[in-house]
């Protein structure tokens, strides 16, 4: 009788910790849609203009399935073997999957079975290996170009002056389809020196090709609202709409 009282308190506690769970998500996403739409009033844009991306990478899959339950349907994530676990058991949840790390050619195949957009192109070796895959599984597979725009030595993307360049060979590739630019802050210089990288990249997204020019990926939890008012259409927030991530061996693969 012992044993299963205390099983019993287990199952509670962990429907508890669940529900908990849940609430503190849906209320994070309702307070970040309600900064979005004031971003956009700033801006002088339409309400609904900017699509939220939910960066659920280190974070736990009844994380997801709160925002799931937000109406939450895009989710962002950097690790392709950590997407794969997770995405198995959300399949059927009309979620549509975003790849926004660092991918090696060596994961294309992979990257281009599991993901609806693929955020992170900056060598065209790496569009034709993930173009290859894509025309062998007979999808599209949306991308965007991730432009280096504070010029940090540390961070992906291409430099600025030749995203226009791989642009073009991306929209060359089968099985690709190049929506747009995505990028991602500075580390250093604050909000004045976010603006100053998401106004230039606002920049080489106007030079595209209009049928190119469909999402511009700018902002996260820090500077999201800074992104809106330069033009992004796209933000990907994690902390903000999660909390604190996870530390789980993911970033070493």
Known sequence: MDS???????????????????????????????????????????????????????????????????RCLDLGENYVQ???????????????????????????????????????????????????????????????????????AGKHGVPPDQTLQLCEAVSMEPGLLLNGLMTVGPLAGGLDGARRCFDGVKVLFDRLPAANRRVLSMGMSGDFETAIEAGSTMVRVGTAVFGSRRQTGWESK
Request: net charge neutral; aromatic share 2%.
């Open 4 to 70: 299963a009282i205390a099983l019993d308190r287990t199952t509670f506690e962990s429907m508890t910790d669940e529900l908990e769970l849940r609430r503190r998500v849906e209320a994070n996403i309702e307070a970040v849609r309600a900064r979005i739409a004031g971003a956009e009033a700033r801006a002088g844009r339409p309400s609904g203009s900017v699509t939220l991306v939910a960066v659920s990478k280190l974070q736990p899959i009844e994380a997801m399935r709160a925002a799931i339950e937000a």
């Open 82 to 152: 950590e997407a794969e676990l997770k995405f198995a058991e959300l399949k059927g949840s009309g979620m549509r999957f975003h790849l926004l790390g660092n991918l090696q050619r060596n994961k294309a195949r992979k990257a281009a079975a599991i993901f609806d957009v693929v955020q992170s192109i900056d060598d065209p070796r790496l569009a034709r290996a993930l173009g290859t895959r894509a025309v062998e599984l007979g999808k599209q597979l949306e991308v965007l170009v991730e432009v280096n725009s504070s010029g940090e």
